[in-house]
């Protein structure tokens, strides 16, 4: 798909800090999240 990609060098550490972004903005990434229901399973 010739997408640009990065591989961090302590993925752990990103994943924490982007949690930790997430949890100080909740109001904020309330109106950007999915919340739709889907009529079908996921698989």
């Known amino acids: ?6 591989v ?16 100080q903005d909740l109001d904020g990434m309330n109106r950007v999240l999915v919340t739709e229901t889907y009529s079908r399973p996921l698989r």
């Open 1 to 6: 798909t010739q997408m640009p990609v990065h």
């Open 8 to 23: 961090a060098d302590d993925p752990l550490t990103c994943v924490v800090r982007g949690t930790g972004e997430v949890l």
